[in-house]
């Protein structure tokens, strides 16, 4: 048993992991960056090991044994008790270092890249950040994370969700294009040409809320020439004559201080959105993490004014 032990690796438990949640051993080979020869061979001197076969391997697909079923969560467990280790040894070091991922929304993100980025190296020079940006919600139980940033309702129990800030959409259009194209009330939004931000459910509803009257909303149906799943992009097209953009207030502040866009019809604009900083129970516990949180809380809220 001790020799067993002694000659196992970690690195057969995480495939063996890994070949489960992937669903098959391509997937997972692509996950971890080996090759798919070098899973199958680990994969079975686990089962050699422990003397149990804890998958049925076929040409079109893995099913996990019942044996294999059994022991998934106790490897889980120890894979997740040999990273707790690493951590604690990594917080007694006196300065942060490693790699931090964070997830991010592109628009909101872009801004998080230029400023809040450099912040954080030039104080913890050690530290190296590294981001994915993505309008849908990365999995922040995939250890590929570190953290994230979130807009809207958080539904996961599972996570740490730190309120940021939160944003109303507005209205907005060049000098240039009002001088031909007036807004002068809502019902004008209908005969103008609407820039609209395209997503995976993309909608031509801009849906406004009075300033006066919260309880006071309008389900606007707009049309336009162009539409695009990026909210900078809009906004550059609206700064070049284009049309009107429904878009986040803190991406057209700078904007409408250097007069180039006009914040239009200011008793119209959204709901609030609500910005989290979202990560796993516990990853504030290690060190290089919780040296980036800490500082996302105290300056990210900044980046949505």
Same mark, same amino acid.
């Given at each position: 048993?001790?020799?067993?032990?002694?000659?196992?690796?970690?690195?057969?438990?995480?495939?063996?992991?890994?070949?489960?949640?992937?669903?098959?051993?391509?997937?997972?080979?692509?996950?971890?960056?080996?090759?798919?020869?070098?899973?199958?061979?680990?994969?079975?001197?686990?089962?050699?090991?422990?003397?149990?076969?804890?998958?049925?391997?076929? &040409?079109?697909?893995?099913?996990?044994?019942?044996?294999?079923?059994?022991?998934?969560?106790?490897?889980?467990?120890?894979?997740?008790?040999?990273?707790?280790?690493?951590?604690?040894?990594?917080?007694?070091?006196?300065?942060?270092?490693?790699?931090?991922?964070?997830?991010?929304?592109?628009?909101?993100?872009?801004?998080?890249?230029?400023?809040?980025?450099?912040?954080?190296?030039?104080?913890?020079?050690?530290? &190296?950040?590294?981001?994915?940006?993505?309008?849908?919600?990365?999995?922040?139980?995939?250890?590929?994370?570190?953290?994230?940033?979130?807009?809207?309702?958080?539904?996961?129990?599972?996570?740490?969700?730190?309120?940021?800030?939160?944003?109303?959409?507005?209205?907005?259009?060049?000098?240039?294009?009002?001088?031909?194209?007036?807004?002068?009330?809502?019902?004008?939004?209908?005969?103008?040409?609407?820039?609209?931000?395209?997503?995976?459910?993309?909608?031509?509803?801009?849906?406004?809320?009075?300033?006066?009257?919260?309880?006071?909303?309008?389900?606007?149906?707009?049309?336009?020439?162009?539409?695009?799943?990026?909210?900078?992009?809009?906004?550059?097209?609206?700064?070049?004559?284009?049309?009107?953009?429904?878009?986040?207030?803190?991406?057209?502040?700078?904007?409408?201080?250097?007069?180039?866009?006009?914040?239009?019809?200011?008793?119209?604009?959204?709901?609030?959105?609500?910005?989290?900083?979202?990560?796993?129970?516990?990853?504030?516990?290690?060190?290089?993490?919780?040296?980036?949180?800490?500082?996302?809380?105290?300056?990210?809220?900044?980046?949505?004014?």
């Amino acid at each position: 048993m001790i020799l067993k032990l002694r000659t196992m690796s970690f690195m057969e438990l995480i495939i063996f992991v890994e070949v489960v949640r992937c669903g098959g051993i391509t997937a997972a080979s692509q996950k971890l960056g080996i090759a798919k020869s070098a899973v199958s061979s680990q994969l079975s001197k686990l089962e050699d090991r422990l003397g149990l076969k804890l998958l049925e391997r076929s &040409s079109r697909r893995i099913a996990v044994t019942i044996e294999g079923k059994q022991l998934l969560p106790k490897i889980e467990s120890l894979i997740a008790e040999g990273a707790l280790l690493f951590q604690q040894a990594e917080l007694q070091s006196s300065e942060p270092s490693g790699q931090v991922s964070v997830a991010l929304t592109p628009d909101f993100g872009q801004r998080v890249v230029a400023s809040f980025f450099p912040y954080v190296t030039q104080r913890y020079p050690k530290i &190296s950040l590294i981001c994915k940006f993505n309008y849908q919600f990365e999995d922040m139980q995939d250890t590929a994370f570190d953290l994230g940033v979130r807009i809207g309702t958080i539904n996961d129990e599972n996570l740490v969700a730190h309120k940021l800030g939160e944003f109303r959409r507005v209205l907005v259009a060049s000098e240039q294009y009002l001088e031909h194209h007036p807004i002068n009330d809502i019902e004008d939004l209908k005969k103008v040409n609407c820039l609209i931000f395209s997503s995976r459910h993309n909608s031509r509803i801009w849906s406004l809320v009075s300033a006066e009257d919260e309880e006071r909303t309008i389900a606007l149906d707009v049309s336009g020439d162009i539409a695009a799943q990026s909210f900078k992009a809009l906004v550059d097209l609206c700064v070049a004559h284009h049309g009107v953009v429904y878009v986040p207030a803190f991406l057209v502040k700078d904007h409408i201080s250097k007069r180039q866009l006009r914040h239009i019809l200011p008793q119209w604009h959204s709901n609030l959105m609500r910005v989290y900083l979202v990560y796993r129970f516990g990853a504030d516990k290690v060190h290089r993490v919780k040296a980036v949180i800490d500082s996302a809380k105290t300056y990210l809220p900044g980046l949505l004014n």
